[in-house]
C-alpha cells in the first residue's frame, strides 16, 4: 500500500524545487517581511513587482526597500491608462453595482495585476508567484484566479496560509529579527486597513468593525465632508462616444487622466462616499468603507446617456445581466469566459451610446440634469402633451390595453370576480 510522500515547502506541485518566485510587493510591513519568509523557507531567489494603479502614493520608496532587502531584478511599472482603458471602463459599460450598492474598486484592480506578473514570471523565467492577501480576504481568490487563469500550472505561494506570523507583533518581530526596516506609524496598532487605486479607496478593519458605529471622519482620504463642502453647486459635462467617456466639460482626455479630472469634482463636492456591509465570496460578512468620487460620477453620467441612446429591451436585459455580471467581477472571475460572453453582449449594447451628459454636483451628490445626442431615441413629437400631429393615435392604445389585460381577466372570471 502505498503512502504519500510529503513535499517540503520548497518544492512545486511536482517537486521540482521552486527556484525564483514573483512577488506582487508594495514595500509595505507585510509584503517586506513576505520577502524574506519566501527566502528562507523556499531557498528562492525573489523577483519583486510593484503596480501604479493610480494609489496616489510615491512608489520609489518600493524600489529602495526592495533594492535594501538585496533584490536584483525589480519592477516597477505605470499601469494606469491600461487599468481605465481595459479594466474600469469595459465595467462601466455594464453598470457594474455588487449587491446593488458597491461599484467594485478593488475587485477590478487585481485580474490586471495577476495578468502582468504572471507575465512578468514568464518573462524573467519564474516558476512561482506569491501575493500577500490573507486566508479571510476575497482578494486571495482574485489573484489566485487570475493567476491560474493565465498560467494553469503556475506555482502559488500564500505566506498567509502557510506561516505562523498570526499577528501584527508577530510581524514586527519578525522584521527586527531580520533587520527589516519598519515605519514608525507600523509600530503602533493599525486602526484600519486601506487599498487604493485610481478608481477608489477601501477601508476595513478595527474602528470599522462594529457595524453600528459611525465611519470616524478621518478615515475619509479621498473626498471632503459633505457637509463642507461648497455652498454652490457645480455644474460639468461628460462627453460619451460608443459607451466610453472621451471629454469632460468639452475637453478631450486620456482614460487616466478622464477619471483623475472626475476624482477631482467629486473629492471637491464629497461625492463617493459608501459605508456597506457585503457579503464576501468566502462566505463571511464584512464591514467596508468606499470613496469612489470620480466612478460615481461617471456610473451616474454612463446611465443617464443610455436613457435616451439605449432601447427599452436593451436597458432592461444589461440591467438584468448586471448582477450576475458585478458577481463575477466581485469574485475574481475577469478571466472567465461567461464574463467574457457578457462582456461581448454589453458592449454590442454600446454602438449608440455617444452623446453628452450634464450634471450637477452637489454637497455629496451628483445627479444627471441634462443629455443629449446625435442617436438619440427620445422623441419630444411623439411624447409631447401638446398636439403631436398626428405622430401617436391614442386610440390604439384600447387595444394594447385590452390585449394585455386578456390574462387578467380570465384568471378573474375564473375565481367569479
Known amino acids: 500500500m502505498s503512502q504519500d510522500v510529503k513535499k517540503f515547502p520548497h518544492e512545486s506541485d511536482d517537486g521540482q524545487r521552486v527556484k525564483k518566485v514573483v512577488l506582487a510587493f508594495s514595500g509595505g510591513l507585510d509584503t517586506s517581511v513576505i520577502l524574506k519568509w519566501l527566502r528562507e523557507t523556499y531557498n528562492c531567489e525573489v523577483v519583486t513587482f510593484t503596480a501604479d494603479l493610480g494609489q496616489g502614493e510615491e512608489l520609489e520608496p518600493a524600489r529602495q526597500k526592495a533594492e535594501l532587502l ?12 491600461e487599468f481605465v482603458r481595459d479594466y474600469v471602463f469595459p465595467m462601466m459599460r455594464a453598470n457594474a453595482l455588487y449587491e446593488g450598492q458597491y461599484l467594485l474598486g478593488t475587485s ?15 518573462m524573467v523565467g519564474a516558476d512561482a508567484v506569491s501575493h500577500g492577501a490573507t486566508g479571510k480576504g476575497n482578494d486571495q481568490v482574485r489573484f489566485e484566479l487570475g493567476y491560474y487563469a493565465l498560467k494553469p500550472d503556475i506555482k502559488i505561494i500564500a505566506p498567509w496560509r502557510e506561516w505562523d506570523l498570526t499577528s501584527r507583533e508577530a510581524l514586527i518581530k519578525f522584521a527586527e529579527e531580520h533587520q527589516i526596516p519598519i515605519p514608525r506609524d507600523k509600530r503602533g496598532e493599525s486602526p484600519f486597513s486601506t487599498d487604493a487605486n485610481l478608481l477608489h479607496t477601501s477601508s476595513e478593519g478595527k474602528v470599522l468593525e462594529d457595524p453600528w458605529e459611525e465611519t470616524p471622519d478621518y478615515v475619509y ?20 462616444e460608443d459607451g466610453d467617456p472621451v471629454a469632460v466639460n468639452g475637453e478631450g482626455l ?3 487622466s478622464l477619471l483623475a479630472k472626475l476624482n477631482d469634482y467629486g473629492r471637491t463636492h464629497g461625492i463617493g462616499r459608501l459605508d456597506l456591509v457585503e457579503n464576501r465570496f468566502v462566505g463571511m460578512k ?23 441612446t439605449l432601447g427599452k429591451g436593451a436597458m432592461h436585459l444589461k440591467d438584468e445581466l448586471m ?47 441634462g443629455r443629449k445626442s446625435p442617436k438619440s431615441l427620445y422623441s419630444d413629437k411623439i411624447v409631447t402633451f401638446e398636439d403631436d400631429a398626428g405622430a401617436y393615435d391614442q386610440r390604439d392604445a384600447e387595444g394594447f390595453i385590452k390585449l394585455n389585460a386578456l390574462r387578467l381577466r380570465i384568471i378573474g372570471r375564473r375565481a367569479g370576480l
Open 323 to 369: 448582477p450576475r455580471y458585478a458577481e463575477l467581477i466581485y469574485n475574481g472571475f475577469w478571466f472567465s469566459a461567461e464574463r467574457e460572453m457578457l462582456q461581448a453582449a454589453i458592449d454590442y449594447s454600446q454602438k449608440n451610446v455617444t452623446g453628452t451628459v450634464r450634471l450637477k454636483l452637489y454637497k455629496g451628490s451628483a445627479w444627471v440634469v
Open 286 to 308: 464584512s464591514r467596508g468603507m468606499y470613496e469612489t468620487p470620480g466612478g460615481t460620477i461617471l456610473h451616474l453620467a454612463h446611465r443617464g446617456i443610455e436613457q435616451i
Open 108 to 122: 477590478i484592480a487585481r485580474p490586471l495585476i495577476a495578468k502582468r506578473q504572471i507575465e512578468i514570471a514568464q
Open 70 to 81: 538585496g533584490v536584483k531584478e525589480i519592477f516597477i511599472e505605470d499601469l494606469r491608462e
Open 221 to 240: 482620504s479621498r473626498t471632503v465632508n459633505p457637509e463642507d463642502a461648497p455652498d454652490t453647486p457645480e455644474y460639468i459635462t461628460v462627453d460619451f
Open 254 to 256: 486620456s482614460p487616466a
